[in-house]
């Protein structure tokens, strides 16, 4: 498992968070039965985002096999620059993710 993999599965629960669970962790703790602490580890860059626990979200949230696997090198090259990001940057680039996403105009 490279680097680059953990990234991408942490870029890709973080778009699941906010377009399917529209930002609201309450909701995504309860469909997944993940804890706060697990969630905050999973997202931490300097934790490691394995196999089995990408797995097992999917498996709980009803996603497609391989879900937080599947990508392509410009979603790797994000997720590894946003990983790099500092954490205050992070949240900035996330509110405009979450207002692109919304349904209703700003």
């Known amino acids: 498992m490279t680097v680059p993999m953990h990234a991408l599965r942490r870029n890709k629960l973080l778009h699941l968070l906010n377009v399917r669970f529209k ?3 309450g909701a995504f703790l309860k469909s997944s039965g993940l804890s ?4 905050s580890q999973l997202l931490d860059p300097t934790e490691p985002f394995g196999d089995v626990a990408a797995r097992r979200l999917c498996e ?3 996603l497609p096999d391989g879900y937080f696997d599947s990508m392509d090198a410009q979603t790797v090259e994000w997720a590894v620059h946003f990983d790099a990001l500092p954490q205050g940057m992070k949240a900035r680039w996330l509110e405009i993710v979450k207002v692109l996403s919304s349904d209703k105009p700003a």
Request: aromatic content about 0%; glycine content about 20%.
């Open 36 to 39: 706060k602490g697990r969630l």
């Open 23 to 25: 930002g609201d962790r």
């Open 60 to 62: 709980r949230l009803e």
